[in-house]
């Protein structure tokens, strides 16, 4: 089976999780609150979704025989850019499920104000992380250099 349709899919769902981060910051703004809360379980949904794709796409190459990360052909100034862009990316992901999962318990339970200060400091980290999946991908996939020979 070729899964390797499964990049593009994941920038998509980073894309849409971006989306709805972004929205669901504009319905609490409004007092929307449970407008807000059905957007950012979607997010969550979404991004969860991510997850199980991206460890497939992993999975999947391993099984084929390739390595499992694709490498950035790119040198120079873009290259380090793209490593610590990636870093910062993967370090900052771990962060991202444990925050939710924090932020939807919270909710759940009505600790609005603890749920508020928490998020001020996820929404940044979750959007961050859901943008750098989509330059990520991009440089990766349809910006990425040929081999220098």
């Not at 939807?104 to 749920?115: M, V, Y």
């Not at 990520?136 to 250099?145: K, R, T």
Request: charged share 15%; aromatic share 10%; proline share 4%.
């Amino acid at each position: 089976m070729d899964l390797s349709f499964l990049p593009l899919v994941n920038a998509i769902l980073n894309g849409m999780a971006t989306v709805l981060l972004i929205v669901g910051w504009v319905l609490i703004k409004q007092g929307k609150r449970d407008a807000h809360r059905k957007t950012m379980i979607t997010a969550f949904g979404i991004s969860a979704l991510f997850l199980v794709c991206y460890l497939g796409h992993k999975v999947w190459k391993a099984m084929e025989g390739g390595g499992l990360h694709t490498s950035y052909n790119g040198e120079g100034w873009i290259k380090g850019a793209y490593l610590l862009m990636l870093l910062t990316h993967v370090i900052l992901a771990m962060a991202v499920p444990v925050f939710a999962l924090i932020l939807i318990a919270l909710g759940r339970k009505e600790r609005f104000e603890l749920h508020k200060k928490i998020g001020r400091v996820a929404l940044p980290i979750w959007l961050y992380v859901s943008i750098t999946g989509v330059l990520v991908y991009l440089m990766l996939y349809p910006f990425n250099p040929p081999l220098a020979s």
